[in-house]
């Protein structure tokens, strides 16, 4: 809007100017001979001046504005000193002192018509021809003006020679400008504003400045003389403002690109200028010289000979450039994949077509049907028709078609193109089809489609296409009323198989379990898998409801725990399954999250079975994810903290070290127990940083407790160190780091190990206790007897310390067959040389049954329950005070 409003109001002032100038210049016309006429006259053509240099700073019409301007300065500088001369003298003079100023505009106005005509994005040929065109103008406006005054002008022996001169030099130059705007109209090839301004400036000059010369009494009508000096001056002066380039005009193709009629007929044209002139001598008996003509006449046929070979040369190179075109459309469309016909409205062929009888392979003959041809490759011809139809609706517009047929060899074979109605265009006069084989590319899309939606290895649905059928399940049960049911099955022993027969294997049990699958469940049903091990069954339209899909469950574990044979090793995998019944507000993800917590709820039973959702699993999983994210930034509020729960010798009851536990305060959900957020931190990774902060704290804390409290041995401090700390690579490190930063001596610190633990990957984590071994560390397997294969763990992993589960100490309290298993554990420990520590000691019978079977440590609430820091200490300093016997060294 604003720059409307520019352009607007500069047209405005533009109208303005110019309706002040025709005022001005008809005053000059009705007051001639007046001192008013004169000083109007001088002001008319000094506000020229400044009007084209004012023009020239506005629109930025560079070099050719600013020698324009100069022009109509130099003619404007001329007008006063004539002026000034005639009042001093009190006659106008025949030549002036501003002669040489008017002569100078000329020279400024021949610069800026040779700049303003200069295109450097022509070629040389338009350049060319704009001179001829040109150099014609100028050899005939030369032969009107020497004519009409120029030769009787110099003729003239009254006249002095400078005057001669002068006088015949303005028409002359006149003609020349009028040839340089001809050439840059020509190469421009275009009637720009400038160019009609600049051909009426030039044309009122050279008429006033012939009628000065050819008028017996030119005072007479020297008031339109004067106008016709003040207009071409006012022209030029509007120059500038007009100049400035069209871009959207700048790069168009020349108009001489091919012969046109009118363009042959102006270029000979000026040959009847010559005849014409001696036919009126000859009628007015008038004895004209015929040099003048007859040199023009020949500088005319020269330049026409040459325009008209030009002419002919490009006519001749445009048909080659045709021709060569024609013959290059010929071979692309031959061999192009592209079969190309022309159609009548009925679909015949109007000539015949080589590309498509090669596609074909049958002959497209001119009068054949298009439906017809296409239909030998089993495409419908009425989807033929209907293509033409729609091109028909829309001509000139292009309409993409896709068609699909049958190879007569077999298969599917696919035609794409487009089709365009050109009926109304005279060279073509039909539809014209485009058509090739997309056969390749369909199937290649198809096969990304299949590769979108199923699971590469096992051909079963994936994820994505799990959970649309999952949405239009959703919306089927909205219609008829019955849920959908969702079961999400995980592979128990799947790892082992992949560990130990290797992943080919693996994925042989995984495809052997897809085909299971799909054996059992309906047609109806969408088995997916997942990811890894992950499958689930979409259970559709039941009616059975959740007995059924329990039903289903059950078939499924029984396939699935069926012997499998990859390479030669029989094999047997079991699979936990969680069942969900979508509810009225289930969304195709809040089923599988729902039906996922259930089948982690079946795995953590112990495997092997199936577990139907219920709404407090969602309780509990969105609590687990409450505390995982309240867990991330625990340890840097310095929520957690270490207790630590004494380890007595069974014989003094003295306290020999202690075991660090962790502790959860947390400031809105109170005290979070272990059971509840280790397992937590052990699978979110939490555990990593935190079992870190444990290590270095509580190595800090026994080297204070041993130097205040000296002893041999020095006290023990137990850590507990998880799968996941054991799985990484940095354990080895945290330990010898909190060592250092402590100074206790390595075999002060136990890291105690469950054999849960061990079983994830029983190499990695025996080399890992080896390089723990290496420091000086002791190591303690905690919880014995509670994991998978204690005895084979004992042999494999070389161990200081052997921790007798609390399970196994409260039996002590019951039958002697019972407390047998105890005995038994102690003496094992005592054979492989272990260090026998009893947990969860809680009665003194349990005690001294320990102390009977010469058990070497314990540690439970009969001693003292887990303590803080500071009354850890007090203990210590309270057992620094002889004792007459044994006795609990605290309770609570």
């Known amino acids: 809007m604003g720059s409307w409003t520019a352009q607007h109001r500069g047209r405005l002032v533009a109208a303005a100017w110019l309706l002040l100038a025709a005022v001005l210049v008809s005053l000059v016309v009705m007051t001639d001979g007046t001192t008013f006429a004169a000083v109007t006259y001088q002001v008319l053509t000094i506000g020229a001046a400044v009007a084209a240099w004012v023009g020239v700073r506005r629109r930025s019409a560079g070099r050719a504005g600013r020698w324009f301007a100069a022009t109509v300065t130099l003619n404007a500088v001329g007008d006063v000193v004539w002026q000034v001369q005639s009042w001093v003298v009190g006659s106008a003079p025949d030549v002036s002192l501003g002669d040489p100023a008017y002569l100078a505009s000329y020279v400024a106005l021949g610069v800026a018509l040779t700049l303003h005509a200069r295109d450097d994005d022509a070629s040389d040929r338009v350049r060319f021809h704009s001179l001829l065109d040109g150099a014609a103008v100028l050899v005939v406006a030369l032969l009107v003006v020497w004519q009409s005054s120029v030769q009787s002008t110099l003729a003239d022996d009254a006249l002095p020679l400078a005057t001669k001169i002068a006088w015949a030099a ?69 120059v500038p403002w007009a100049s400035r380039p069209d871009p959207a005009v700048r790069h168009r193709e020349p108009s001489d690109a091919v012969v046109g009629r009118v363009r042959m007929t102006l270029a000979f044209l000026p040959l009847l200028v010559p005849g014409a002139f001696e036919f009126r001598a000859w009628l007015s008996g008038a004895d004209i010289d015929p040099v003048p003509g007859l040199l023009a006449t020949c500088s005319l046929t020269v330049l026409m000979v040459v325009r008209a070979q030009r002419l002919l040369s490009d006519s001749a190179r445009a048909r080659a450039e045709v021709d060569s075109q024609a013959r290059r459309y010929e071979a692309l469309a031959v061999n192009s994949s592209d079969a190309v016909v022309v159609v009548d409205v009925a679909g015949r062929l109007t000539a015949d077509s080589t590309t498509l009888t090669d596609l074909l392979g049958r002959p497209a003959s001119a009068g054949c049907s ?41 298969g599917v074979v696919w035609l794409g193109g487009r089709a365009v109605d050109l009926l109304t265009d005279p060279d073509v006069g039909g539809i014209v089809v485009g058509v090739y084989d997309i056969t390749g590319r369909k199937e290649a899309e198809q096969e990304l489609a299949h590769q979108a939606f199923y699971d590469g290895l096992t051909g079963l649905a994936n994820r994505s296409l799990f959970l649309d059928h999952t949405e239009q399940a959703l919306r ?38 897809a085909g299971r699958l799909l054996g059992v469940v309906r047609a109806a049903d969408t088995v997916s898998r997942l990811g890894g091990d992950e499958f689930a069954v ?173 002893g041999s041995p020095p006290l023990s401090m137990a850590v507990n160190v998880s799968a996941r700390q054991l799985a990484g690579g940095t ?34 984590v025996a080399e890992r206790l080896a390089e723990l071994r ?77 102390r009977a079977e010469r058990c070497d440590l314990a540690q439970g609430w009969l001693f003292a329950k887990p303590l803080e820091a500071a009354e850890a200490e007090l203990l210590l300093l309270s057992q620094a005070t002889p004792a007459t016997g044994p006795r609990p060294l605290a309770q609570s």
């Not at 969304?587 to 495997?607: C, E, H, N, Q, V």
Request: glycine share 10%; net charge negative; hydrophobic share 45%.
């Open 170 to 238: 303005y028409p002359v130059l006149d003609a020349v400008a009028l040839g340089l705007v001809v050439r840059g109209v020509v190469l421009r090839s275009q009637l720009t504003r400038s160019a009609l301004l600049l051909g009426l400036g030039t044309a009122a000059w050279l008429g006033s400045d012939m009628a000065w010369l050819l008028l017996a009494s030119a005072e007479t009508v020297s008031g339109w003389l004067d106008a016709g000096w003040l207009v071409g001056a006012v022209l030029l002066a509007a």
């Open 370 to 410: 298009l439906p017809d041809l296409l239909g030998g490759l089993g495409i419908d011809p009425a989807d033929v028709r209907a293509v033409l139809d729609r091109a028909c609706s829309v001509p000139g517009e292009p309409v993409e078609l896709e068609l699909r047929g049958g190879h007569p060899r077999g």
């Open 538 to 710: 979409l259970v559709d339209d039941t009616r059975g409801g959740l007995p059924a899909a329990a039903s289903l469950a059950e078939r499924l574990l029984q396939v699935i725990g069926e012997p499998v044979d990859l390479g030669g090793h029989r094999v047997t995998v079991g699979a936990s399954i969680g069942i969900v019944a979508a509810e009225p507000e289930a969304t195709p993800l809040s089923l599988f999250r729902d039906a996922d917590i259930a089948m982690y709820r079946a795995k953590a039973a112990g495997r092997a079975t199936w577990v139907v959702f219920d709404p407090e699993m969602r309780a509990a999983a969105l609590e687990r994810i409450e505390l995982e994210r309240e867990l991330g930034g625990a340890l840097a509020a310095g929520q957690l903290r270490l207790v630590y729960q004494p380890v007595v010798d069974l014989q003094t009851e003295r306290v020999v070290g202690f075991e660090a536990l962790l502790r959860w305060q947390h400031p809105t959900l109170g005290a979070i127990g272990p059971d509840r957020f280790v397992p937590v931190a052990e699978d979110s990774g939490h555990i990593v940083p935190i079992g870190r902060w444990v290590l270095a704290e509580a190595t800090r804390t026994a080297a204070r407790w041993q130097r205040a409290h000296p």
């Open 774 to 850: 290496a420091l000086g560390t002791r190591l303690a397997l905690d919880d014995f007897g509670t994991g998978y294969s204690s005895l084979s763990y004992l042999r494999q992993f070389d161990v200081d310390v052997l921790k007798i589960d609390r399970s196994f100490v409260s039996l002590l309290d019951e039958a002697g067959a019972d407390a047998a298993i105890v005995h038994g554990l102690v003496q094992l420990g005592r054979t492989l040389g272990l260090e026998v520590v009893a947990e969860g000691v809680e009665t003194g019978t349990q005690r001294d049954l320990l």
């Open 476 to 513: 089927r049960a909205g219609r008829n009323g019955t849920a959908p049911i969702v079961l999400c099955l995980d592979l128990d022993g799947f790892k082992d198989v992949n560990d130990s027969l290797g992943h080919l294997a693996g994925d042989e049990l995984l495809r052997t379990v």
């Open 731 to 764: 354990l080895v490190h945290q330990v010898a780091e909190a060592l250092t930063g402590s100074g206790i001596a390595p075999s002060s610190l136990v890291l105690e190990v469950t054999e849960t633990a061990l079983v994830t990957d029983p190499d990695a």
